[in-house]
C-alpha cells in the first residue's frame, strides 16, 4: 500500500529556514503529483504547494518568494525548502499525493517558528 512519511520539522526561529522531506513507497512515483499542505492550531488544513509529476510548480501566495517544492524521483521523494519563516508558519505539515482519483497522506510532521 500507498506510505508517506515525512520529516525534517523542529523549532526554528523567525527568519530561519528549514527543509521538509517526503519519502513515498508503494506508488510509481514517478507519475504521482505531489503537494504540501499545512494545518495550524484551531484552523483548517491549507494547501501549500504543488509539484507535479511533469515537475509542473504551484505556491499559495502566502509561501511565495520563500519555500521552494522540489522532487527526487530516483528516491521516491519531494521536498519543502522553507526560508524567511515566520511566526504564522507554524502549523503540522503533511505530503499528500494524488494517483489518479485516488488520494494519500502522510502522518505530519511538526514546525515551530518562534518570534
Known amino acids: 500500500q500507498v506510505q508517506l512519511v515525512e520529516s525534517g520539522g523542529g523549532l526554528v526561529q523567525a527568519g530561519g529556514s528549514l527543509r521538509l522531506s517526503c519519502v513515498a513507497s508503494g506508488s510509481i512515483f514517478s507519475i504521482v503529483h505531489m503537494s504540501w499542505y499545512r494545518q495550524a492550531p484551531g484552523k483548517q488544513r491549507e494547501w501549500v504547494a504543488l509539484?507535479?509529476?511533469?515537475?509542473?510548480?504551484n505556491y499559495a501566495d502566502s509561501v511565495k518568494g520563500r519555500f521552494t517544492i522540489s522532487r527526487d524521483n530516483a528516491k521516491n521523494t519531494i521536498y519543502l525548502q522553507m526560508n524567511s519563516l515566520k511566526p504564522e508558519d507554524t502549523a503540522v505539515y503533511y505530503c499528500k499525493q494524488l494517483w489518479g482519483r485516488n488520494e494519500y497522506w502522510g502522518q505530519g510532521t511538526q514546525v515551530t517558528v518562534s518570534s
Open positions: 509539484i507535479t509529476s511533469g515537475f509542473s510548480i
